[in-house]
């Protein structure tokens, strides 16, 4: 297992389509999140999934954006009618148990709303 | 959101010197970690301490924790120009998630 992986890398995409990301976590990670990061940020916390379960969702995701974690193994985020505000890295991490370990992060997907 | 401020926002120093960040939080913590990121990448940990733990050190680097303060900081010693990255730290309470600071930019020159 070589870590967590993100695909694509790169997105660029015209304003109004729909994007999707995929993150494959590492396999015996039960936890996986997805975080999004802009320009000179943090990583603002967006979704989380323990196994297939989707536990919590923040605010800042609009009924625009949609994840899943089907079968508690990769997981995908949709970005339906994109903004030039969605332009930002998004960041998929996972982990075992944030309270005695850390998370693994993926190298991330920027996407670009044009 | 962010938990909180990391305090500089940018630092900038000589390789052999000692980096030191700063991060302040605002709820209460399991623990807190802190991540570094090079430029455009993903997040790597560097290192873990609880809530009941003042200071733990790996390596080059040396972390403390005030709870009574909501604060933590991350010294780098005898820093290297392959230690120029982005700095974050990060919360774990009660939510089961990692919540982040704004960072600090640390720069070290040759």
């Known amino acids: 297992d070589t870590g967590v992986s993100q695909d694509p890398r790169h997105k660029i995409t015209k304003r109004g389509q729909n994007v999707t990301f995929r993150c494959d976590p590492i396999?015996?990670?039960?936890?996986l999140y997805w975080y999004r990061q802009t320009l000179g940020q943090g990583p603002e916390f967006l979704t989380y999934?323990?196994?297939?379960?989707?536990?919590?969702k923040s605010r800042l995701l609009s009924d625009r954006f949609s994840a899943e974690r089907p079968k508690g193994s990769f997981s995908t985020l949709e970005i339906q009618r994109t903004e030039q505000g969605d332009s930002a890295m998004y960041l998929c991490?996972?982990?075992?148990?944030?309270?005695?370990?850390?998370?693994?992060f993926g190298q991330g997907t920027r996407l670009t709303v044009v | 959101s962010q938990q909180g401020e990391e305090d500089p926002q940018a630092l900038s120093i000589q390789e052999g010197e000692n980096a030191t960040m700063n991060c302040s939080y605002k709820?209460?913590?399991?623990?807190l970690q802190w991540y570094r990121q090079n430029s455009g990448r993903g997040l790597v940990h560097l290192i873990l301490?609880?809530?009941?733990?003042r200071e733990k050190h790996s390596g080059r680097l040396r972390v403390t924790l005030d709870t009574s303060k909501k604060s933590s900081s991350l010294l780098i010693t005898a820093s290297r120009a392959a230690d120029t990255a982005s700095y974050f730290c990060?919360?774990?309470?009660?939510?089961?998630?990692?919540?982040f600071g704004t960072g600090t930019q640390l720069k070290v020159e040759l």
């Open positions: 709820t209460s913590i399991n623990n």
């Open positions: 990060a919360t774990v309470g009660g939510g089961n998630k990692l919540t």
């Open positions: 999934f323990q196994n297939e379960a989707q536990l919590e």
């Open positions: 396999s015996e990670h039960n936890r």
């Open positions: 301490i609880r809530s009941n733990e």
């Open positions: 991490a996972s982990s075992i148990q944030l309270e005695n370990t850390e998370a693994f």
